[in-house]
């Protein structure tokens, strides 16, 4: 039998539907995501932690979930990460019956032995349309008949996402090497990496050293520095910060490149600011166009923080701009190989339009 559930946002606003995964309340920030596929990746995404994801397209469920498992070089098969990390998702339509060449088993039964909820038959449409216009705002999912230990309605607090530094508790707690044995080392800065970053890496015949957010790799032997993705404010990140200018402040000068988060940490330890989005974007369907040329791009991009270009120190410079708002999509130093993209060149699920930085970012390492 169906269970009612509902999502309650933070200005007052209720949206009725049924529960089709765990049966459990929770709060998080709700983002929406108009990508029309790759849930199994979103869902896996690290930078979705503390979210409530909502999926524009109306159809989910219906090509199931793949093998969550482990490859043989220590990455998850076909996943991003080693779990989900959204408090919950809220979709239109969910597909109780599914069918793919790779399914393992079905959305619902992966968010209930992952104890996520997950709610359906909501007006995404509309859920979308309250988002845009007001931005992104604390949400709790709740059952009616959920009660706390004195048979009363629970009412938490909504808590702010902004506060919570959400990378301390995606990053990993201890150094991680890939590829041991490799002509060149690069240091991946552990901020809530997507697998499909390090797989391009690898795939490029480069030894991995993934360390953990606040971890000081500048102790470290490496030819260059990678600045991986993550969820949150890049606020909550001085520690990293702090690293990343002190390699930046280095006599020897070595590549360095940053992904989504990485581009907002490599431009603060510029001297640049960043600042919230109204509601952010997490879409395969950006378009950037590459400064000081004609060449665009479409893109994949998951984040909700941006750089202020107009901050940027007068040796740095953006190197993509968003087509859409006009927002800053990367940076780069005008004579160093450091640069760095807001959207996701490895595009897993997405556009692979540009995974080509990652191509040049090897070439920087000589």
Known sequence: MKKEAKLILSDGT??????????????????????????????????????????????IGNYGVPDTGIGEDGLPLFMESERIHPKAIVVADYSEQFSHWNAKESLASWLKREKIPGITGIDTRRLTKVLREHGVMMGRIVFD????????????EFSDYGSINWVEKVSCKEVIRYNEGAD?????????????????????????????????FNQLEF???????GPGDPEQCGKTVEHIRTFL????????????????????????????????HRSHNQPVREVCTNRCYI?????????????????????????????????????????????????CSGPTDT?????????MLG
Not at 45 to 53: C, E, F, M, R, V
Not at 145 to 156: P, V
Not at 251 to 271: S, T, W
Not at 356 to 362: A, C, K, Q, R, T
Request: net charge negative; proline share 5%; charged share 25%.
């Open 299 to 347: 893109t994949s991009q998951n984040h909700g923080y941006a750089v202020d270009d107009s901050t940027l120190p007068s040796d740095w410079e953006p190197l993509f701009v968003n087509m859409n708002d006009g927002s800053n999509e990367g940076i780069r130093h005008k004579s160093n190989p450091w640069m760095s993209a807001q959207f996701h060149p490895e595009a």
């Open 14 to 59: 209720v949206f009725c539907g049924w529960s089709f995964g765990y049966e459990g309340e929770t709060a998080g920030e709700v983002v929406f995501n108009t990508a029309m596929t790759g849930y199994p990746e979103s869902l896996t995404d690290p930078s979705y932690a503390g979210q409530i994801l909502v999926t524009t397209f109306p159809l």
């Open 249 to 280: 402040n280095n006599k020897e000068v070595r590549p360095c490149m940053g992904i989504c988060l990485g581009n907002q940490l490599l431009a603060r330890a510029a001297g640049a600011k960043t600042y919230k989005l109204k509601y952010g």
């Open 145 to 156: 008949e959920m009660r706390n230990e004195k048979g009363e309605r629970r009412n938490d």
């Open 184 to 216: 060149k080392k690069v240091v991946l800065v552990d901020c809530g990496v997507k697998a499909n970053i390090i797989r391009c890496l690898i795939r490029r015949g480069v030894e991995v050293i993934r360390v953990p957010w606040d971890y000081d």
């Open 355 to 363: 995974e080509w930085m990652f191509d040049e970012f090897v070439k």
């Open 223 to 229: 030819d260059g520095l990678f600045l991986a993705n």
